[in-house]
C-alpha cells in the first residue's frame, strides 16, 4: 500500500516557476514508477511527466518541467519552469507497480489528493 500526498501548488505569474513535492509512504517506494498527471476544468486528466531510473515528459512540458525523486526521502519533485496559462490545472501524483516506464494511467494504482495549480496571464 502507498500513500501519496502532494504539496507546492499555488498561484504564479506566467513565466514563473513552481515546484511540486509529493511525499509517499511504503517500504518499497524505490521500486514504484512515479508519474504526475495533470486534470484542467472540463478536460480530462493528463499524463505530464514519470520516473524511473529513467524519465519520460509530455510533449507539451518537455524542456520547462523537471521530475526528480529522492528515494531516500521517498519524495518526488516537479520542478516547473516557464509555466504558461494553459498548464493551469489540478496536479496529481501517481505510483505504478511497474518495472518499466508507463504514461498509462491506467497502469498507476495508487494517487494523491492533488494540489492545484494556476498560472495568470
Known amino acids: 500500500q502507498v500513500q501519496l500526498v502532494e504539496s507546492g501548488g499555488g498561484l504564479v505569474r506566467a513565466g514563473g516557476s513552481l515546484r511540486l513535492s509529493c511525499a509517499a509512504s511504503?517500504?518499497?517506494?524505490?521500486?514504484?514508477?512515479l508519474g504526475w498527471f495533470r486534470q484542467a476544468p472540463g478536460k480530462e486528466r493528463e499524463f505530464v511527466a514519470a520516473i524511473t531510473t529513467s524519465t519520460t515528459y509530455a510533449d507539451s512540458v518537455r524542456g520547462r518541467f523537471t521530475i526528480s525523486r529522492d528515494n531516500a526521502k521517498h519524495i518526488v519533485y516537479l520542478q516547473m519552469n516557464s509555466l504558461k496559462p494553459e498548464d493551469t490545472a489540478h496536479y496529481y501524483c501517481?505510483?505504478?507497480?511497474?518495472?518499466?516506464?508507463?504514461?498509462?494511467?491506467?497502469?498507476?494504482?495508487?494517487w494523491g489528493q492533488g494540489t492545484q495549480v494556476t498560472v495568470s496571464s
Open positions: 511504503g517500504r518499497t517506494f524505490s521500486s514504484y514508477v
Open positions: 501517481a505510483a505504478a507497480d511497474r518495472w518499466y516506464l508507463t504514461r498509462s494511467m491506467t497502469n498507476y494504482k495508487y
